[in-house]
């Protein structure tokens, strides 16, 4: 059987999308009417690589060059939307859903492959660090927010619960530490699963190129989660929101 998507004008051959794949379809045949499931992406098809190298100044002020490299889903509607938009709107793409730091101002770039999409941001920002405490900063493992979506709270949760699409999204984050700067405490390691996803991150610090790297990785298997493990879900993502809550301490030498 063949599917076709007939409600995007951006989506390319043989890829359905969030809005119609695996879904419940209807195929009228000579001996009635069968119940069938449209095709399904997998985890490994929807790919969200990220990569910041963030140039840090001794007044907290700072330039931060990202890069972003989607396949299937995120290339199709996450990029697409992107490049077709006015600045402005770019700017609440950033902000809003993405959850990057108000930048002063940006540039963006970007270029479509056979099968990847590419997408880059050079933003300007006043303040990196969350906050200041005399010679300390206090950075955020990433300038952005890996995952922000709250689940509600439903204990009586009775249907599926349905996400986008299954994916893994990676982030390599590089903060280019001030020269008289040096690192006073990283955030400790993680590697927290459930049934159907992951979430890693690693960080370590360069004393003699002076930089410090934040590396995570979160996976979500399957995008269609069982009424009765929607609880278990619900803290996974939990706790991939509080992580970002930790702290990189840097202080003067």
């Not at 985890?43 to 690589?49: D, G, H, I, K, R």
């Not at 530490?177 to 040096?182: I, K």
């Not at 360069?206 to 996976?219: D, F, G």
């Not at 706790?239 to 702290?247: A, D, F, P, R």
């Amino acid at each position: 059987t063949t599917w076709l998507e007939c409600t995007s004008n951006t989506n390319e051959f043989g890829i359905l999308g969030s809005f119609t794949e695996n879904r419940n379809a209807l195929l009228i045949t000579p001996e009635g009417g069968v119940l069938v499931s449209t095709p399904k992406s997998s985890a490994t098809e929807n790919l969200f690589s990220v990569f910041t190298t963030i140039t840090l100044r001794e007044d907290a002020s700072g330039i931060s060059e990202t890069t972003f490299a989607t396949t299937g889903e995120y290339k199709q509607d996450l990029i697409n939307y992107v490049f077709n938009q006015k600045k402005d709107n770019q700017t609440k793409f950033l902000i809003n859903y993405m959850g990057f730091l108000q930048p002063d101002d940006y540039e963006v770039t970007g270029n479509k492959k056979e099968d990847v999409a590419e997408m880059s941001f050079k933003m300007y920002l006043d303040k990196v660090p969350d906050f200041t405490a005399g010679t300390k900063m206090f950075l955020h493992p990433r300038i952005y927010k890996m995952y922000n979506l709250k689940l509600p709270d439903n204990a009586n949760r009775s249907r599926p619960y349905y996400f986008e699409c299954p994916y893994i999204k990676t982030d390599t984050t590089v903060y280019k530490l001030p020269d008289d700067y040096m690192v006073e405490n990283l955030p400790q390691p993680r590697n927290n699963s459930f049934e159907y996803g992951s979430f890693r991150t690693s960080y370590s610090f360069n004393e003699v190129e002076n930089i410090v790297t934040s590396i995570a990785t979160l996976s979500l298997n399957q995008n269609v989660i069982p009424a009765e493990k929607y609880a278990a879900t619900r803290k996974f993502f939990s706790s991939v929101i509080n992580e970002y809550t930790e702290k990189i301490i840097i202080k003067k030498k």
